[in-house]
């Protein structure tokens, strides 16, 4: 599970998504 912000986020997708927009 990684964890982005404290949020576990079981969908890659999500998380890809999300490391993108805080960059």
């Known amino acids: 599970v ?3 912000c404290g949020v ?3 969908d890659p ?3 890809e998504k999300a ?3 805080l960059k």
Request: proline letters at 8%; zero cysteines.
């Open 13 to 15: 997708v999500l998380v």
């Open 8 to 10: 576990a986020s079981p």
């Open 19 to 21: 490391k993108s927009i």
């Open 2 to 4: 990684e964890r982005v």
